[in-house]
């Protein structure tokens, strides 16, 4: 595993050493590296959506379409799913 020093101004390293203590974290590194994930999956869910917003749309998100949907939750639900 690979070091990394950063500076932070005293508000920024009281807060840090707060949310270590108030979530359990171990460390500060600990926090620091779960910032660092949760911004990775931002950002890839961010591409995700992009990807899917450039994409066109397979078919009209019309009444049925929206009923297929209900149908497909209902039938999931009461554990007898079609798919």
């Known amino acids: 595993m690979s070091t990394m ?3 932070l101004p005293d508000t920024l390293k009281s807060f840090v050493d707060e949310q270590v203590n108030k ?4 460390t500060s590194s600990e926090y620091v590296r779960e ?3 949760k911004d ?3 950002q890839q869910l961010r591409s995700l959506l ?3 917003a450039a994409t066109a ?3 009209t998100a019309d ?3 929206f009923e297929a949907l209900r149908e497909r939750v209902r039938n ?3 554990g007898t799913s079609k798919a």
């Open 5 to 7: 020093n950063i500076s």
């Open 23 to 26: 979530r359990g974290y171990g």
């Open 35 to 37: 910032l660092i994930r």
């Open 40 to 42: 990775q999956d931002r």
């Open 50 to 52: 992009l990807a899917g």
């Open 57 to 59: 749309p397979a078919s």
């Open 63 to 65: 009444a049925s379409y």
């Open 76 to 78: 999931t639900t009461n």
